[in-house]
């Protein structure tokens, strides 16, 4: 490219010299022209490099004059160099040039040469800005596409360990006992049965929501296997209001809980207790679950993949769609017995509270 623009240069110039009437030297031209631009094309990595760092976008005033500087700096270093470089090849305009030192004076001070060094280093970044955007929207929409594969696959996996047929079964066969026990209820279930349902297909199409709503759908759902299981199960929230606007990927807490009754409370005969938790520590929301359940056969797993039956690669994997590396997922036993899965997300994207 740096050779193509070379020779569109220098045939431009050769060009209106002959125009004119006048006669340049073919060789001289095209030396000093690809002199110029070779060198600009070594510097043009550093030009790539300053626009990535230094975005016109970004911190506009600062920027625009750390470019204008550079700008400055750069085609005077060229300009310097190419007088060697144009000196050693011996195309020269002796009469013009008796020597190194005029040769240098007069490229690296002539205004026709700093106009194009000027010229070429901001076009260079204009088309390092374009590339670099262009590259930021093709990642935008494959990371877009990945995070409706991952809530696809969510959406499928909420749907199997949720409304999977044994869920249902059992849900159903706890209002059909119901039915000549506890008619009130038994509607209770019903209707908190639908509520599930109804929340589940309404934020199908959601990639994040804030976290109150995902403490709504884990009531609904809490509440049907609160009566299933009856005086076995009991639940425990300890949430910070700061914590409820904050935006969480949907459906990032229910599978854990549900993980946590059938693995950790429904296999056991003792009571059993969950404990939900979410606050925010300066810019991060923490969020836990925890059982008092048999807990797992090895203490931690940095993989996110426990023992016993408990797999959460799957929220590890949405999470890094989200967050990149920038997330913390712990599976620990805790204190006593049980499970302890901590999160630990960017607050960011915190919605306006109403107050």
Known sequence: MWTLLGFSFA?????????????????????????????WGLLSPLIFKLARRFE???????????????????????LSAAA?????????????????FDLWRNNAFSIYYFHQ??????????????????????????????????LAQA????????????????????????????????????????????????????????????????????????IRFQDRLTVEMEVEPQ?????VPNLILQPIVENAIRHGIARQTISGRITIRAFKEKYRLIMQVEDNGPGLRTNHNPNGNLSGGIGLSNRRARLEQFYGEDFGLDIANSAGLGVIVTLDIPAVGTAKSKG
């Not at 209106?16 to 110029?36: E, N, P």
């Not at 914590?243 to 935006?247: D, G, I, K, S, T």
Request: a neutral charge; aromatic letters at 12%.
């Open 84 to 100: 060697p470089l144009v000196w050693y090849f011996g195309y020269l305009n002796l009469a013009r040039n008796p020597t190194l």
């Open 155 to 226: 959406q499928l996996q909420a749907l199997e360990m949720q409304i999977h047929p044994h869920f249902l079964f059992n849900t159903l066969n706890s209002i059909a006992a119901l039915l000549h026990k506890d008619v009130e209820l038994a509607d209770r279930m019903i209707a908190r049965l639908g509520d599930f349902l109804r929340l589940t297909l309404k934020r199908s199409d959601a990639k994040t929501i804030d976290f109150g709503q995902e403490l709504e759908f884990l009531r609904c759902f809490l509440d049907i296997e609160h």
């Open 11 to 39: 045939l431009g110039t050769y060009l209106g010299a002959l125009q004119d009437g006048g006669h340049i030297s073919w060789k001289r031209t095209i030396a000093g022209y690809l002199a110029d631009f070779y060198l």
């Open 243 to 247: 914590a409820l606007n904050v935006m």
């Open 117 to 150: 060094g000027l010229t070429i280093y901001w076009t260079t970044l204009v088309v390092a800005h374009a590339l670099h955007y262009y590259r930021g929207l093709r990642e935008g929409e494959a990371r877009a596409g990945q995070l409706a594969a991952q």
């Open 56 to 78: 016109l976008r970004a911190h506009f005033p600062r920027n625009l004059f750390i470019h204008i500087t550079a700008s400055v700096v750069l085609s005077f270093v060229v």
